[in-house]
Antibody, heavy 121, light 106 residues
Framework: QVQLQESGPGLVKPSETLSLTCTVSGGSVSSESYYWSWIRQPPGKGLEWIGYIYHSGRTKYSPSLKSRGTVLVDTTRNQFSLKLTSMTAADTAVYYC?????????????WGQGTLVTVSS | DIQMTQSPSSLSASVGDRVTITCRASQTISRSLNWYQQKPGKAPKLLIYAASSLQSGVPFRFSGSGSGTDFTLTISSLQPEDFATYYCQQTYSAPTFGQGTKLQIK
């Protein structure tokens, strides 16, 4: 059974950089069958996709992030990570990591439990 | 970005009811449409992918249909555990989600 677990700080100051890690168990981040994603959800609001990293290391990001996001993969630790720079209160959200399966279409088939990140001084 | 619009935003129904939620894309997305269920404090759960394919383990009372710009999620007979928020998501281009439909007990 695949499991994903987010870890990182629950509180970040405005203008600082958020760093989150997703640890994958029951599957390999090196698998060519999947790729890996971050999604966030502001309190009481809907879901927003942040970015992907493919097994090749290629990445794709939401244009709304305005180049603030970076997703990396660490195959030795079976983890992938998110860095989001220049944090503001608008970035306060529950951050989820998820696995993406691409068959007829891409879909998020496994999710972490989510971690709440609050941006406040 | 492709905008996804769900209707209604909220819905009250009773156990045993048949419920339909609609999702409309701002441009054609073929059948690149997924549906998720989210309960309070939990991560979303995949229900339907590619517009009408049922994810393994999801009850058969859930079904999806549509193509192009208009899609529907139908729950044939509501069960108590189905009261949740439902999101559509397009995967034709950079993923975007609908705003959600909150299904409440009448």
């Amino acid at each position: 059974q695949v499991q994903l677990q987010e870890s990182g700080p629950g509180l970040v100051k405005p203008s600082e950089t958020l760093s989150l890690t997703c640890t994958v168990s029951g599957g390999s981040v090196s698998s060519e069958s999947y790729y890996w994603s971050w999604i966030r959800q502001p309190p009481g609001k809907g879901l927003e996709w942040i970015g992907y990293i493919y097994h090749s290391g290629r990445t794709k990001y939401s244009p709304s992030l305005k180049s603030r996001g970076t997703v990396l993969v660490d195959t030795t630790r079976n983890q992938f990570s998110l860095k989001l720079t220049s944090m503001t209160a608008a970035d306060t959200a529950v951050y989820y990591c998820a696995r993406v399966l691409a068959v007829a279409v891409d879909y998020f088939d496994y999710w972490g439990q989510g971690t709440l990140v609050t941006v406040s001084s | 970005d492709i905008q996804m619009t769900q209707s209604p935003s909220s819905l009250s129904a009773s156990v045993g009811d048949r419920v339909t939620i609609t999702c409309r894309a701002s441009q054609t997305i073929s059948r690149s449409l997924n549906w998720y269920q989210q309960k309070p404090g939990k991560a979303p759960k995949l229900l339907i992918y590619a517009a009408s394919s049922l994810q393994s383990g999801v009850p058969f009372r859930f079904s999806g249909s549509g193509s192009g710009t208009d899609f529907t999620l139908t729950i044939s007979s509501l069960q108590p555990e189905d009261f949740a928020t439902y999101y559509c998501q397009q995967t034709y281009s950079a993923p975007t989600f609908g705003q959600g439909t909150k299904l409440q007990i009448k």
